[in-house]
């Protein structure tokens, strides 16, 4: 069963940064055959994509974070990376980082079966 364990978040002042961390264990297959995602969740909202990476690295945003968030991997450390600038307000939630083999539509929350427990990211004005 994979497990995934985020790390990083807290809180800033508008215009400032985080670096969010997720770490894989039990992991059957190799890591770098699963598609990774970051996914946040603000207060009476759904979940919504974030960023994604696929198996050969390429990388997606959502529009509300490009140029600013960028997600990274390194295989060596089965860890995923959210390197987050310029944060604005609205980017306050709780950050989710999920997995899966399937690769397909990579910034929809329902194709992805394992997730981590989530970490509060909150930006003040």
């Known amino acids: 069963q994979v497990q995934l364990v985020e790390s990083g978040g807290g809180s800033v002042q508008a215009g400032g940064s985080l670096r969010l961390s997720c770490a894989a264990s039990?992991?059957?297959?190799?890591?770098?055959?699963?598609?990774m995602g970051w996914f946040r969740q603000a207060p009476g909202k759904e979940r919504e994509g974030v960023a994604a990476i696929d198996r050969s690295s390429s990388t997606t945003y959502a529009d509300s974070v490009q140029g600013r968030f960028t997600i990274a991997r390194d295989t060596a450390k089965n860890t995923l990376y959210l390197q987050m600038n310029s944060l604005k307000p609205e980017d306050t939630a709780v950050y989710y980082c999920?997995?899966?083999?399937?690769?397909?539509?990579?910034?929809?929350?329902?194709?992805?079966?394992?997730w981590g427990q989530g970490t509060q990211v909150t930006v003040s004005s």
């Open positions: 039990g992991v059957t297959y190799s890591y770098s055959w699963y598609c």
């Open positions: 999920a997995a899966d083999r399937r690769c397909s539509w990579l910034l929809n929350p329902s194709e992805y079966r394992h």
